[in-house]
């Protein structure tokens, strides 16, 4: 059980500010190379406009299998719940913590899809440094993260398919100023043997180009160094190196397998869930970039069957 008692009252509501890019968010993935289940969910609010979002997506065998978006929901109305540590519910969607900084439920609930995980921590929570973008703004204020075991079971189309495997959560709040922070790659994944990492990558914007941490279930470790080796392959394949402070460099290579492409804000976020391999070790994770397209992100719509476009300050 991996609890600092100093630590639990971050899993509370946190008092907003007056600026309207203030928000809060919670967010868990799930990978599960086995039963070839990947996905992520997400609860946040917006009390500026008093508005919370949901979202939860999913890839079973390699393809898309659900996507239930629960977006702009009046945080005054009965479809909304926000009291953490408790609970949060948006829509179908809910997360209930059962043991702060260590276990929560995960559950979606409509008349197609019945899921319902448990997240257990395996490794310390992880506070990141503030990103402040060029001109001054905040684009990530407080924010924490955890790897963990993921296991439960997913009713969907009327088939079932159970999930023992790993994913992330992170919690965060404070103000948004994407516009910038030019493009990020993050990565986060998770092995067998207990251990796992975050890789956080800023292009343009921020001054801090590079951050996050290698875990265990006793300690993290900062990332001091970290470069990607993309590979020319039709579905997105590399190698990592990361450099843990105080430790040996750990070369990891990743190859894709369940592919998401999400819009937002003019700035396209496209989610790779894949495996990982390390030192002869399988892990499974996401490979999450951000960037804004060239040419606009309608230029891609005609041709993204994957693609989800959201309208709104979330994520």
Same mark, same amino acid.
């Given at each position: ?40 969910? $997400? ?10 979002? #949901? ?17 702009? &929901?009046? *945080? ?11 609970? *949060? ?16 439920? *995960? ?11 448990? =997240?257990?921590?395996?490794?310390? @929570? ?14 990530? +204020?407080?924010?924490?993260?955890? +790897? ?70 006793? &300690?993290? @470790?900062?990332?001091? #160094?970290?470069?990607?080796?993309? &590979?020319?392959? +039709? ?14 460099? $750990?070369?990891?290579? =990743? ?12 700035? @396209? ?34 041709? +993204?069957? $994957? ?7 979330? *994520?």
């Amino acid at each position: 059980m991996l609890v600092d008692h100093d630590h639990t009252l971050l899993e509370n509501q946190h008092s907003p500010t007056a600026d309207p890019f203030w928000q809060e968010s919670w967010y868990f993935n799930f990978a599960d190379p086995v039963s070839h289940v990947y996905g992520l969910a $997400r609860i946040g609010y917006r009390p500026s406009t008093g508005q919370a979002d #949901g979202l939860l997506l999913a890839s079973i065998g390699g393809k898309p299998a659900m996507l239930y978006p629960a977006v702009g &929901k009046r *945080l005054s109305s009965g479809d909304v719940r926000i009291a953490p540590p408790g609970s *949060l519910k948006t829509g179908g969607l809910e997360f209930v913590c059962q043991s702060p900084m260590d276990t929560w439920l *995960l559950c979606l609930n409509t008349r197609s899809i019945d899921l319902e995980l448990v =997240f257990q921590t395996m490794t310390p @929570m992880y506070m990141f440094p503030e990103v402040v973008t060029l001109d001054g703004q905040s684009a990530a +204020a407080s924010h924490y993260e955890q +790897a963990g075991r993921v296991t439960g079971g997913i009713r969907c189309k009327g088939k079932t398919v159970e999930v023992n495997g790993w994913g992330q959560r992170d919690h965060s709040w404070g103000p948004r100023h994407w516009s910038g922070v030019g493009s990020w790659t993050w990565i986060s994944a998770q092995f067998p043997s207990g251990w796992a990492f975050n890789y956080w990558s800023l292009g343009d914007g921020p001054p801090s180009k590079t951050c996050g941490f290698i875990g265990d279930g006793e &300690k993290n @470790m900062d990332l001091v #160094g970290g470069e990607i080796f993309w &590979k020319p392959t +039709a579905s997105p394949s590399m190698n990592l190196v990361l450099t843990p402070k105080g430790g040996s460099p $750990r070369d990891i290579s =990743f190859k894709g397998i369940a592919p998401w492409t999400l819009f937002k804000d003019g700035a @396209m976020i496209t989610e790779h869930f894949g495996i990982f391999t390390c030192n002869g070790e399988q892990g499974a994770g996401v490979v999450e970039r951000l960037y804004k397209p060239r040419f606009g992100v309608l230029h891609f719509l005609p041709h +993204a069957p $994957r693609m989800f476009v959201l309208g709104l300050n979330s *994520l």
